[in-house]
């Protein structure tokens, strides 16, 4: 069964840079059915997509945070990470990894969704 | 880029209840809707992805209806464990993606 956990600092302090990695086990990051994303989820708020890469290493970037952000991949840990540069308290959050996939239809349409989570870990940004 | 805004923000039912939540696109998106339900603490799960497509594993009470910009979750009858944050997430421009502000249900 496929698992994903976050691991990382929980304090980071302001204009520093937050790093994160997500550690996949009970399978490859290397199929080239998924792509890897991170989300993350302030305090009393939604869900933001941050970030997406594939196991190639090509990488696609919510636009209100490309500026600050990098993710990256490691084929051979299985592991990929989130780092986030020049953080305020805004980025305080739940940061959580994801695995996209996705199913063709009946008509031949290849529908993508977000199917296996990690738990998430809490991400504080103060001095 | 693409806004989704659900409604109601914040919905009270009884177990039993019939339910519905809407999601509105800002601009057609086709059926690339995909509907998640995360409980305090947890993470997320996906019920529904191409607007309709019960995800395995999830009860059948659990559907989803729509196309363009509009776009509904039903639960057909109310269970104590579907009191959670209801979550829509477009993916037209996959990989790039929204969510919707989240639906909170609460017990009446």
């Known amino acids: 069964q496929l698992q994903l956990q976050e691991s990382g600092p929980g304090l980071v302090k302001p204009s520093e840079t937050l790093s994160l990695t997500c550690t996949v086990s009970g399978g490859s990051i290397s199929s080239s059915s998924y792509h890897w994303g991170w989300i993350r989820q302030p305090p009393g708020k939604g869900l933001e997509w941050i970030g997406s890469i594939y196991y190639s290493g090509s990488t696609y970037y919510n636009p209100s945070l490309k500026s600050r952000v990098a993710i990256s991949v490691d084929t051979s840990k299985n592991q990929f990470s989130l780092k986030l540069s020049s953080v305020t308290a805004a980025d305080t959050a739940v940061y959580s990894c994801a695995r996209a996939g996705g199913h063709y239809s009946d008509s031949g349409t290849y529908y993508y969704y977000m199917d296996v989570w990690g738990r998430g870990t809490t991400v504080t940004v103060s001095s | 880029d693409i806004q989704l805004t659900q409604s109601p923000s914040f919905l009270s039912a009884s177990v039993g209840d019939r339910v519905t939540i809407t999601c509105r696109a800002s601009q057609g998106i086709s059926t690339y809707l995909a509907w998640y339900q995360q409980k305090p603490g947890k993470a997320p799960n996906l019920l529904i992805y191409?607007?309709?497509t019960l995800q395995s594993g999830v009860p059948s009470r659990f559907s989803g209806s729509g196309s363009g910009t509009e776009f509904t979750l039903t639960i057909s009858s109310l269970q104590p464990e579907d009191f959670a944050i209801y979550y829509c997430q477009q993916l037209n421009n996959y990989p790039r993606n929204t969510f919707g502000q989240g639906t909170r249900l609460e017990i009446k």
């Open positions: 191409a607007a309709s």
